[in-house]
């Protein structure tokens, strides 16, 4: 089983020609437990990367989730909550052909839909999580890896992961990287470049 590592300082980086070099269609899976009620979310942003190699969207419907369920160019897709009882998933489906070659990042996002007052759940009320990528033709699970780190205990979103275009094929890219603010997935959004005209 491939595995990426989200520790500071240790490669975070996995090449789909060698390990995956038939993978067409994919899906990945959020898996998590907690010991009350966790409703994460997960979002797809379809991103062009700027001069700094930051992911920036580029138009509102380039954001996969619940409330959009496919990207414009009809390669990524929402799925559904799924839960049996003994923990919970949240999937997304791509098809890595469909995706324009203007557009060379696809960020995987998670967020907390926090129904408490307060807006006060946090990553930290996790028991576990786990980042899947699959091989949606065969089932096959390509690689995983356990997303609650340190950094995520006190944030409410969290960059993932990334599907990276480079030198004509697609890397996995761990990132692990938090944020905390009662606005949820507008924030994310906004770390991300999008307008706030877009959500008027």
């Known amino acids: 089983m491939n595995k990426l590592?989200?520790?500071k300082g240790v490669a975070n980086k996995l090449d789909l020609k060698k390990i995956a070099p038939s993978l067409k269609e994919f899906k990945v899976n959020f898996h998590?437990?907690?010991?009350?009620?966790?409703?994460?979310?997960?979002?797809?942003?379809?991103?062009?990367?700027?001069?700094?190699?930051f992911p920036k969207l580029t138009r509102a419907d380039d954001i996969v989730f619940y409330g959009n369920k496919v990207s414009s160019d009809r390669a990524i897709f929402a799925g559904e909550d799924v839960r049996d009882?003994?923990?919970e998933?949240?999937?997304?489906?791509?098809?890595?052909?469909?995706?324009?070659?203007?557009?060379?990042?696809?960020?995987?996002?998670?967020?907390?839909?926090?129904?408490?007052?307060?807006k006060s759940q946090t990553f930290g009320s996790a028991t576990s999580g786990k980042f899947e990528l699959v091989n949606d033709e065969t089932g096959d699970v390509i690689l995983d890896f356990d997303f609650l780190t340190d950094e995520l205990k006190d944030k409410n979103i969290a960059h993932i992961a990334s599907l990276v275009r480079e030198n004509d094929g697609w890397k996995v890219v761990g990132v692990g990287i938090g944020?905390?603010?009662k606005d949820g997935i507008l924030s994310a959004l906004l770390q991300f470049g999008a307008s706030k005209d877009w959500f008027e």
């Open 89 to 118: 998933v949240e999937n997304i489906d791509g098809i890595l052909a469909k995706i324009p070659e203007d557009k060379d990042e696809v960020a995987f996002i998670l967020t907390i839909d926090d129904p408490t007052p307060n």
């Open 179 to 181: 944020y905390y603010h």
């Open 32 to 53: 998590w437990n907690s010991g009350g009620k966790l409703d994460l979310d997960a979002s797809a942003l379809v991103c062009r990367r700027d001069a700094k190699g």
């Open 5 to 7: 590592n989200l520790e």
């Open 85 to 87: 009882g003994t923990g």
